[in-house]
């Protein structure tokens, strides 16, 4: 423990603090803007400074806090008269050149420099000098980026870089005119970005952001020619609660049901479904697989960053994934066929919708093989957040509404589904299916610890019967890019061999995804979404009366009356697709 003074207290930290974790300790938050706990400790926006002597003796220059180690004998003042001036003229060189459009910015009440500028109370700017030229990058389907909103914090670049492993973002041009961006200036959809949108959540500004579909989805509901049709995927429910207010990983499934109906879609259905309907897919190609000796391991193919970076960086592991579109895809393929048939209603005229937590999600709902017959699975995908913009722009107070419920006959789902938005569900919930099948009995052991919590790789074993012997069946999940990239690497040198692989581009899988609600750098000090949101979904499975996808009654119901069996002649056509590159 170090001995050392803040604000005059005598304060006892562990030596390996920094200042500023140490201030915190002691109740005094000291403001930050390029700090990203773990990721982004750079010292670059200099709002942190603080005023320190060590032993009496003073420190000449003011130290960011971020990154001085804290020592003993320290006394740490963090607000005298020359602290804030400092602090307030750093904030201002940075307003200088920001685009300063608050009220029309995306981020206007989530914007970490509003606050900030807030806190201080800047309510003038002395600074007024020439702006960067602003550069919009709207390219891609997924990603938005916008120059004259970056305040150059590098938060984007080393989450990118570190945490996601593929550093598509860096500093480019010099001096006045530095800028983040791809290398040369390309446009993000032309370089190896997989549009997780890790970068978004990164962002304390809106120089990065999604790229909108809310017009299109008003257009729709209002166009009464249209029969609107929305879908939400498992983990939007654990963060909507958040853009009103509520607690990270509150579980609003009902309120949102009810929000959607309000809204004005003609259905309200649930991508947990179509999560189960993949369950039965995948399962059955997972046990053909492993009985006809077919490429192995198998690697889940629903998270559409994943499937980028593997087509870009491993595409020797593309014969490795299942064939199944994602469950959004395969609900869009089922609904404008199925339901559409069912229900006697003309596809062409069906709008097909997703609420995802992804960013990744918009392209793919664009990529040129997501559709059958021409008609598109997915017209539009929308984030978490643009829900939430389109329930306030409705005026809709989402924290009174009641609980409403999927309609049928695609809305109903079970605990397996529910649990894919987080890292190890996909699996989880294919274990209990495939221990099922295998063991031909209805198995009541069905929580499988090992392959749940954020550990950046997790392994797991089950024994299980196959072709009449006891087979140790060997998975693996990654979350995050560079996790699967260790993991790949581990197979491909032949130190590891599993059956059966999830990966999920985001850190958390789905919880944490780039659409997910923004929980602000000072937030994260406190809470860790990617935990909180996980378990609003496994309270939901626990909640729910059926736990396994093959017991899901509408998803039976799909297979009696349409497909006839997983993987036949009908799965193949709408719900199964082929990656190269
Ligand atoms: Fe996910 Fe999905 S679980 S990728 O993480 O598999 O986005 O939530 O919707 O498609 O179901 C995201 C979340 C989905 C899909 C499902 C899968
Ligand atoms: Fe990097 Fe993901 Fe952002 Fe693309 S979307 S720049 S891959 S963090």
Request: proline share 4%; aromatic share 6%; net charge neutral.
């Amino acid at each position: 423990k170090i001995n050392m003074t803040i604000n005059g207290i005598q304060v006892s930290v562990p030596k390996d603090y920094t200042v500023l974790l140490a201030a915190r300790e002691a109740g005094i938050d000291i403001p930050t803007l390029c700090y990203l706990k773990d990721i982004n400790e750079i010292a670059a926006c200099r709002v942190c400074v603080v005023e320190v002597d060590i032993n009496g003796v003073p420190m000449r220059n003011l130290p960011a806090s971020c990154v001085l180690q804290v020592q003993e004998g320290m006394n740490v003042r963090t607000n005298t008269q020359r602290v804030r001036n400092a602090v307030r003229m750093n904030v201002e060189l940075i307003l200088a050149n920001h685009n300063r459009e608050c009220l029309t910015c995306l981020r206007n009440g989530t914007c970490e420099l509003q606050k900030l500028c807030d806190e201080l109370g800047i309510k003038d700017i002395e600074y007024q000098g020439e702006k960067r030229e602003a550069k919009i990058d709207n390219l891609s389907h997924s990603i938005v980026r916008d120059s004259s909103k970056c305040i150059l914090c590098g938060r984007c670049i080393s989450t990118c870089r570190d945490v996601q492993g593929i550093g598509v973002l860096d500093f480019v041009n010099r001096g006045f005119n530095t800028e983040v961006a791809p290398a040369f200036n390309y446009s993000m959809k032309d370089v190896d970005c997989v549009y997780c949108g890790q970068c978004i959540q990164a962002c304390p500004v809106a120089a990065l952001r999604e790229r909108t579909y809310i017009d299109d989805v008003w257009d729709a509901i209002d166009d009464p020619d249209k029969y609107v049709v929305v879908q939400t995927a498992p983990a939007v429910r654990a963060s909507l609660g958040e853009e009103f207010g509520l607690p990270v990983g509150t579980r609003v499934t009902g309120k949102m049901v009810t929000a959607l109906k309000m809204l004005g879609f003609d259905k309200v259905f649930d991508t947990n479904f179509s999560a189960d309907l993949t369950i039965m897919e995948e399962g059955t190609e997972l046990l053909q697989r492993v009985q006809n000796g077919g490429k192995l391991p198998m690697i889940t193919s629903c998270s559409p960053g994943w499937i980028r970076y593997c087509e870009m960086k491993y595409p020797d592991f593309l014969d490795n994934l299942s064939t199944c579109k994602s469950p959004q895809q395969m609900f869009g393929a089922v609904l404008k066929s199925y339901y559409a048939e069912k229900e006697g209603i003309d596809p062409k005229k069906i709008v097909s919708v997703s609420v995802m937590p992804c960013t990744s999600k918009k392209t793919e709902a664009n990529r040129p093989e997501m559709e059958v017959d021409g008609l598109r699975d997915v017209d539009f995908s929308i984030t978490t957040r643009e829900l939430g913009d389109m329930i306030k722009q409705a005026r809709i107070s989402f924290n009174k509404l009641s609980d409403g419920h999927a309609d049928n006959i695609m809305g109903e789902y079970t605990g397996a589904g529910v649990i894919f938005g987080a890292t190890g569900g996909v699996m989880e919930a294919a274990l209990r299916t495939v221990a099922d099948i295998l063991t031909g009995k209805d198995l009541e052991q069905i929580e499988y610890q090992q392959v749940r919590g954020i550990e950046g790789v997790k392994e797991a074993s089950v024994v299980l019967p196959i072709g009449g012997k006891d087979t140790e069946v060997k998975v693996a999940i990654a979350h995050g890019t560079k996790n699967a990239a260790k993991i790949l690497d581990s197979v491909r040198a032949g130190e590891k061999n599993y059956h059966f692989i999830e990966v999920m581009a985001c850190p958390g899988g789905c919880v944490h995804g780039g659409g997910q609600s923004h929980v602000s750098a000072k937030k994260r000090l406190d809470v860790n979404p990617k935990v909180n949101r996980a378990n609003a979904l496994y309270d939901e499975d626990k909640s729910l009366p059926i736990r396994k996808s093959h017991k899901n009654p509408e998803v039976i119901k799909l297979y009696e009356d349409y497909l006839k069996e997983p993987n036949g002649h009908l799965s193949h056509k709408l719900l199964h697709t082929h990656y190269a590159k």
